[in-house]
Each structure stands twice: as structure tokens, then as C-alpha cells.
């Protein structure tokens, strides 16, 4: 082989494994919205339960539903859906692809963009279903030995299996059993009802007209906050129901998730999009989001914050524990540049910087903003906490004032974890991961314990994980949070409100002068027996708060029904008098009838009379003899007393008319 050829190829594998390695990390992130009864998701080889709320979807992702329960996750616009007993497999998530695997179980799928066409597939044992145009479809797989079946509710699906090849259109089903394939009538189930109740949300959404389908998460910003136009921003929107001093990235989680390390997971039902997508910005003493001008399809971050501490930032947590080094975060403004801690290329970068959607020269219009050095919204935690584990509960921390972090000095990439090596996995017969398809029932008994205190304390609990000198002296605190709680996204969209309230009423700060240079001095946390009776002091004081707003309510169900029944009397009174008015009107007309008839009969009677009066003074006729007729001054006074009779009628009806107005 001439030695060309042996560089060539060097070359070549050089080019490729740079390529690789140099690969960009996807930008499309699917989120779990929800949960319902026991689910069970296989991440980086590790099983997570409980609240799984927007917890980010991502290729080798393993969603388990057990008996009775139901999960729902979505990737953009495009919603997948669990029933119980079910799992599926997404094995590829990224800008080119979505495949997913249904093992065993029922999904349904409901596909609104028609970019993600192309991008789309489903596999099950039997068959494959791919979509031609958006629509929505329930394929139910392993109910029966050897059989999947497909049910098309909207538009058309392709399904191949048993060597041929269907476009089933909307009101049919197809199945394909063993080396056969039928087709019939689609039927429709109470699952299915539960998917179509969840896409009405999506009809005609406001957020559409400020950000693309393709952010993932935007289906929910219209029931939790509203939009806005600022001068400076262009269309913000802001979250409605916060605590009093909240802020952005300080009620949730940090979990590790490959490739891109500490990723933010909210625990607001809304916290999603506005995490991973644009800028937050103080508009009026209040917390908003602006997303900016999204070109082309939105890149995922795991979190939109600058880091800030480390070994020269000391800070006291706990008293009579010295200070300890700490590492804090802020959420970035449109002004504050994102740096991965992740290797991206040029392209992306370019993508990730915020962009006004009509003034491109914004930036030169409050040049003084860019060099104040203000930092909004910082939170912290001891920097040993980011080596512990690969969550990190984040919902009673320190709060820090801008001036305390001024001359913080800023850290370029967050603490790093040491990754622990991943559980061996074991293949089945048919080539598949042994971990996300055995024992339906039981998977998550194994290391549910070993969770328990890490995942579910900061969903029942508010306090700071505990630190180790604690543990060995008090190792009994450690058993208050019940152990077998799962608390599921459906409670906690029931209750962050209130949790949220009471997390901010434990938060108090504490900071020292600038002259001083001390470090920052907060306030430690409350004792185990001392945060119980604070928290059935809170208990107590939201009982009162509901008692009072019902009674409050009460009042007011009572104040309306007393004014709707005021205003039904006046309309009863109105009306009343309106038909008291009729009658006197009917009375006077009938009056007037009578008076006229009475006036005719009187004329009438008198003109008989004197026609008699006539006859008799005239002489008797003759035989044979002409009539006799009447003299012409005779004439004329009959027709002067008519023409008296008649004005004497129309001075009456005038006067009749008068006193009818």
C-alpha cells in the first residue's frame, strides 16, 4: 500500500473522530408534563420515580407506567401519551430524529407540526407507524401475544408490519397479527377520551403568536401568567401567582443529565420553557421572561444562569458552623452572554444569544445597563452539596442582595460531579435493554430506599439537606419525611401555590455591610422540632387564611344573590307600573268611546226631532202632487248646524286627547 493511501486514510479517521467528538449536543429536549399513579423513567442508567414534572426527555430514555397509571411527555408541539402498564423507549431524540419504541403497553401520539413529519416513527415488535400529515393515533402492542394494533382518530397513518404496507385514514384501525394483517372500524376507549380532554388545551394558544411550537413548553403559558409589550423587551410574560421576593431558578432541583451536567428542572407547572429558552428581565419590580427573536428552530439549554463563588466566596449557613465556600447562580438578562459548560460549536453559540424581535439596536439604547455590574436573583448553596449526588433539592436556600455578589468573582463553569460507572446492563433474547423491560410490576422496589431521601425530601420537606456532622449526631432526623410518599406532578400542580408561600415566608436574609468585608451571614436553619411547630404555626395560619376566604366568599355569593333579587324587584316594580300606565290608557280610551257614542246618539235624537218638528208645520201633501222640497235658506242652516255638530265633535276629541297625554 504506497504510503498516499496511508495518509489519506490516517487522515480520514482523524477527520472522523474529531467530527464526533466535536458533535453538538441535541438541540431539542423533550419534558415530562404528567404523571399520574406510579411511574418509573430509566435515565443515564438510573431508574427515577415520584415527581417527574418537567424533568427533560433526551435520546436512551425509558418511560415505565404500572398498572392504572398514565404519563404524558411532549417535544414541542407533539404530545406522547402512556395508559397503564405500558413502556416506551425513545431511542433517538435529536434535531434529525424522533424514534420511539412502544415494548409493550398503549400510547398515544398526537403530531400537530408538520416539520416533525419526516422526523417521526414509532416501532413496536410487529409493526412500524409513520405519519404522512398530522394527526393523532393510539397503537396498543403486546395486549395480545404477537399482536399490535393501530387506531387512527385524525389524519392519516402509514403502518407496515407482516411485509406489507397501509395508510389507514382517520375511523379506521389496523392490526397486524403474526404474519397477518386486518383492517376494521376504529374504537375508541377511555384513554382516549383522556387524550383528547388534554389536547383542547392546545386550540389556538396565545404563546403561539410570541414563540414557535417548536419550544418545548409553551402549551402552558397561557393558564399561568400573561403577556405583556415593554419599550425595552418587546413582549415579555410574567408567571401570576408567586411568593412575594421570588425568583427565577430558586424552587426546583439540580440533576446531573449527559451530556450537557446540571440541568434545572422546576417545580412551577409552567417551569419549562421560560428555564431553558430565552432571557428573565425585572420589568416594574417583577420578574418576567422575554424570548427574544427565535431564528429558526429554538436551541435547549439545561440552564439559562451565570455562576458565581466558589473557594474564595465564603458563606455561614448554619450558626456555629464556620464559614464554608458557596456557589451561587442568577438567572441571565437579554445583556448576559450564555457560556456552555458543554463543548458546542460556533453555529450553536450564535443560536443561543437573545435577539430583539423588532428594534436590532436595542442594545445601544441603555449602554449604562451594560457595565453595572448588577446581578438580580441570586441564590446559594454550599459548594460540598454539587459533590454528593446527582440531584440537588433546591427550595430553602440563601437568598443574596445584588450588592453582596458585586465583586463575587464569577465562575466559568459550574461544579462538576464525579460521575459514578453505570449498573452492567443485561440483554434479553431479543437484543433489547433487559432494565426497561423486565418485571412490569416490581421494577422500582429496587433502590427505592436508597432514593427515598434524596428525590422525595424536597418535595415533603424544606430544609437544607443535612450536613454530615449533623448526621452523626442527630441520626434520627433523618426518618420524619414519610419514606414511601410518591407525590406525583398532578399534586404539586395542586399545591405550588401554597408551597411556594410557605417556602417563601422561611426564607430571610441576612447580609454585612460593604465596609465591613465579611463574608455574608444567613441565617441557619430551624431545628427539626423548631420547623415542625413552624410548620403546624403555617398549618394553622392557612387554615385560617381558607376559612377566611371561603367566608369571604360566602359574603360574597350572599351580597350577589341580595342584589340580584333588588334588581328583580325593581324590574317586577317596573313592570307593574308599566301596566298600570296600559290600563289608565285603555280606561280613558274606552271613556272617550263611550262619551263620543253618547255625543252621536244625543245629535242623532235631535236631528229626529226636529225633522218631526218640519213635517209637522208643513202642509199635509197633496194627491198626485209633486213633492214638495226644500227652500234653499232651509238648506243652508242644516248644513251650518252639521258643521257645528262636527266642530263641537273635534274640540271634544281634542280635549279627550289632551288629557289622555
Not at 21 to 41: C, I
Not at 434 to 457: K, L, S, V
Not at 463 to 473: A, D, E, G, R, T
Not at 495 to 508: C, L, P, V
Request: charged share 30%.
Amino acid at each position: 500500500m504506497s504510503r498516499k493511501i496511508v495518509h489519506f486514510l490516517v487522515l480520514a479517521a482523524l477527520v472522523a473522530v474529531t467530527s464526533v467528538a466535536m458533535a453538538d449536543p441535541p438541540a431539542r429536549v423533550g419534558r415530562v408534563t404528567v404523571t399520574e399513579g406510579r411511574v418509573t423513567m430509566l435515565v443515564d442508567g438510573e431508574e427515577e420515580t415520584g415527581n417527574l414534572m418537567n424533568w427533560p426527555v433526551t435520546s436512551n430514555n425509558h418511560l415505565t407506567t404500572a398498572p392504572g397509571a398514565r404519563a404524558e411527555f411532549r417535544v414541542g408541539s407533539t404530545a406522547v401519551r402512556l395508559d397503564g402498564d405500558s413502556d416506551i423507549e425513545v431511542e433517538q431524540l435529536d434535531d434529525e430524529r424522533l424514534r420511539l419504541r412502544l415494548n409493550y403497553g398503549t400510547a398515544s401520539v398526537r403530531l400537530r407540526d408538520p416539520g416533525m413529519l419526516n422526523d417521526f416513527e414509532l416501532l413496536t415488535p410487529q409493526a412500524r407507524v409513520t405519519l404522512p400529515e398530522p394527526g393523532a393515533f393510539r397503537v396498543d402492542t403486546e395486549r395480545a401475544p404477537d399482536t399490535t394494533v393501530v387506531n387512527v382518530f385524525a389524519g392519516t397513518a402509514r403502518v407496515e408490519g407482516a411485509g406489507n404496507m397501509l395508510n389507514a385514514r382517520s375511523g379506521k384501525r389496523v392490526e397486524v397479527r403474526g404474519d397477518e394483517i386486518f383492517t376494521a372500524l376504529a374504537m375508541r376507549d377511555a384513554f382516549d377520551d383522556w387524550a383528547s380532554n388534554r389536547d383542547r388545551r392546545d386550540e389556538r394558544p396565545i404563546a403561539a403568536r410570541y414563540v414557535p411550537l417548536d419550544m418545548t413548553g409553551y402549551e402552558d403559558l397561557d393558564q399561568y401568567g400573561n403577556w405583556v409589550d415593554d419599550r425595552e423587551y418587546g413582549t415579555v410574560w410574567f408567571p401570576r401567582a408567586v411568593p412575594v421576593g421570588w425568583a427565577p431558578y430558586r424552587d426546583g432541583r439540580w440533576v446531573w443529565v449527559s451530556p450537557w451536567g446540571w440541568t434545572w428542572v422546576d417545580n412551577s407547572p409552567w417551569g419549562y420553557a421560560p428555564f431553558h429558552y430565552g432571557r428573565w428581565v425585572t420589568v416594574g419590580g417583577r420578574w418576567c421572561w422575554t424570548p427574544g427573536r427565535v431564528v429558526g428552530r429554538p436551541v435547549w439549554s439545561p440552564a439559562l444562569v451565570g455562576w458565581v463563588g466558589g473557594n474564595n466566596w465564603s458563606v455561614s449557613f448554619s450558626s456555629g458552623r464556620p464559614a464554608a465556600p458557596a456557589v451561587g447562580w442568577y438567572p441571565l438578562t437579554p445583556r448576559d452572554r450564555y457560556v456552555p459548560a458543554y463543548r458546542v460549536s460556533a453555529d450553536v453559540e450564535r443560536r443561543l444569544i437573545w435577539n430583539h424581535r423588532t428594534n436590532e439596536r436595542w442594545h445601544d439604547r441603555f449602554p449604562d445597563r451594560d457595565r453595572d455590574g448588577r446581578r438580580d436573583g441570586v441564590t446559594a448553596l454550599p459548594r460540598d452539596q454539587f459533590d454528593r449526588g446527582r440531584q440537588i433539592p433546591v427550595n430553602n436556600v440563601a437568598r443574596v442582595t445584588p450588592q453582596d455578589v458585586r465583586n463575587v468573582p464569577q465562575m466559568a463553569t459550574p461544579p462538576q460531579v464525579t460521575m459514578a460507572p453505570n449498573r452492567p446492563v443485561q440483554w434479553n433474547r431479543d437484543g433489547r435493554d433487559e432494565r426497561g423491560n423486565r418485571d412490569r410490576f416490581d421494577r422500582n422496589e429496587r433502590g427505592q430506599d436508597r432514593r427515598a431521601e434524596q428525590q422525595r425530601q424536597p418535595l415533603l420537606q424544606t430544609q437544607p439537606q443535612v450536613q454530615p456532622q449533623q448526621q452523626q449526631s442527630q441520626p434520627q432526623q433523618l426518618q420524619l419525611a414519610p419514606q414511601r410518599q410518591i407525590r406525583t406532578d398532578s399534586d404539586e400542580r395542586e399545591s405550588w401555590r401554597g408551597r411556594n408561600a410557605r417556602d417563601e415566608q422561611r426564607r430571610q436574609m441576612t447580609t454585612t455591610s460593604p465596609q465591613q468585608q465579611q463574608p455574608v451571614q444567613l441565617q441557619a436553619a430551624p431545628s427539626q422540632m423548631q420547623q415542625q411547630q413552624q410548620q403546624q404555626q403555617q398549618q394553622q395560619r392557612m387554615d385560617q387564611q381558607r376559612a377566611e376566604q371561603q367566608r369571604m366568599e360566602q359574603q360574597q355569593r350572599i351580597e350577589q344573590q341580595q342584589r340580584a333579587e333588588q334588581q328583580q324587584r325593581e324590574e317586577q316594580q317596573r313592570r307593574m307600573e308599566q301596566q298600570q300606565r296600559n290600563e289608565q290608557r285603555m280606561e280613558a280610551r274606552d271613556r272617550g268611546g263611550r262619551m263620543e257614542a253618547e255625543e252621536r246618539r244625543r245629535e242623532a235624537a235631535q236631528m229626529q226631532a226636529a225633522q218631526a218638528r218640519q213635517q209637522q208645520a208643513s202642509p199635509p201633501p197633496q194627491l198626485q202632487a209633486a213633492p214638495v222640497q226644500q227652500s234653499q235658506p232651509q238648506q243652508q242652516q242644516q248644513q251650518q248646524r252639521r258643521e257645528q255638530q262636527e266642530k263641537r265633535h273635534e274640540s271634544r276629541n281634542d280635549k279627550r286627547e289632551d288629557n289622555n297625554r
